[in-house]
């Protein structure tokens, strides 16, 4: 059993950054892959980010690349999302999710086997 707790979430205008971590009870941390996911009000989850277990290979939704940025500290057993230019339209709860380092179906929450509770993003215009 994997624990994982979300921080860094808050309100935020408009242009702003906001840096996002992910901290997991495990040894074996560097063996999971990482997922973020958000979902908005009304609206289902939607992958936003993922990361390779030894960080080589990063992955973005279309609506997010060029202002996230995902990375991980498998020291710290800690992943995180780096974002940039924030638009009111990434208002959401963000998730991380942690999984089998070798899944194909990175965009799939389905595919993720652990779940921290999530951070609140608000952005204001």
């Known amino acids: 059993q994997v624990h994982v707790v979300e921080s860094g979430g808050g309100l935020v205008q408009a242009g702003a950054s906001l840096r996002l971590s992910c901290a997991a009870s495990?040894?074996?941390?560097?063996?999971?892959?990482i997922g973020w996911f958000r979902q908005a009000p009304g609206k289902e989850r939607e992958f936003v980010a993922a990361?390779?277990?030894?960080?080589?290979?990063?992955y973005y939704a279309d609506s997010v690349k060029g202002r996230f940025a995902i990375s991980r500290d498998n020291a710290k057993n800690t992943a995180y999302l780096q974002m940039n230019s924030l638009k009111p339209e990434d208002t959401a709860v963000y998730s991380c999710?942690?999984?089998?380092?070798?899944?194909?179906?990175?965009?799939?929450?389905?595919?993720?086997?652990?779940w921290g509770q999530g951070t609140q993003v608000t952005v204001s215009s």
């Open positions: 990361i390779r277990s030894d960080g080589g290979n990063t």
């Open positions: 999710a942690a999984t089998r380092p070798y899944i194909a179906a990175i965009t799939i929450p389905g595919a993720y086997d652990y």
């Open positions: 495990t040894r074996t941390f560097s063996s999971y892959l």
